[in-house]
């Protein structure tokens, strides 16, 4: 169903069985080790450089999750907006240092503040804050990507994307996410990003709770996502993020072991 030197494992807490899979299959990975609080608190130097040692045998693409927990960037706060400057900041130099094609980012699009004026808003303080890490982007050769989070609707993304105008912002479509807290087709979703659109994070759900369940074992067309992802003719990268059941969503995909 899909490419093996576009697709990725991503890298949580279980390290090992996760770059296990990568190594066994030949595909990529995608860090999200570095992106936990518990990781951001103190120096994580010697994990970092562990982790370097680590991917050398990776034979696909590499990138990185960037922090997420609490990380608003449009808030009117500037000293939230500071915080989340730092840790975005922080999240680039982990991905130069990994040799990491981008680092990712939630769209922190607060659906919950039924306000007129709040798409607005959002996308005015989402202009001031973007240009200066993109430019900082750009000086460490990494892309940055957004991805859907509690959004109900790409739009706002969308239209984010055209404003800035960059190569180095695109937007990843998170196929469980926008099945559970949006009411529209992933196919809409996917129409809406459009040229934007660089990046899949593929698990499977019952529909409810971010369940992170193995591809075919929830409630998600997961064929049909993959029909309409390919209809675009974009060069999409597809991280799984399976947990435990990276193995058997790998088979399901068609990719078989390498090794």
Partial sequence: MLPPDRVMVAVNRDIEHELACAEEYGIGAEIQTFSLPQMLVKDCSEALAAMVERIKNIEGPIGVHGPFIDTIHASSDPEIVRVCRSRYLGSLDVAQTLGAGYSLFHSQYNT????????????????????????????????????????????????????????????????????????????????????????????????????????????????????????????????????????????????????
Avoid at 178 to 200: C, F, M, N, P
């Fill in 112 to 259: 919950l503040l039924k306000l007129e004026t709040y798409p607005d808003l959002y996308h005015e303080a989402s202009l001031r804050f973007w240009p200066e890490i993109l430019e900082q982007a750009e000086k460490r050769g990494v892309s940055v990507y957004m991805e859907n989070m509690f959004d109900e609707n790409p739009a706002p993304m969308r239209r984010l994307a055209d404003a800035i105008d960059s190569p180095r912002f695109k937007l990843c479509l998170d196929i469980a996410h926008s099945q559970i807290y949006s009411q529209r087709s992933v196919a809409e979703w996917i129409d809406t990003y459009g040229k934007h659109l660089a990046h899949v994070h593929m698990n499977d759900t019952r529909g409810t709770y971010d369940d992170h369940l193995g591809l075919g074992e929830g409630s998600l067309d997961i064929p049909a996502a993959l029909k309409s992802l390919k209809a675009t003719g974009l060069d999409i990268t597809y991280a799984l993020e399976t947990n435990t059941h990276t193995r058997e969503s790998l088979e399901f995909l068609g990719i078989s072991k390498r090794r």
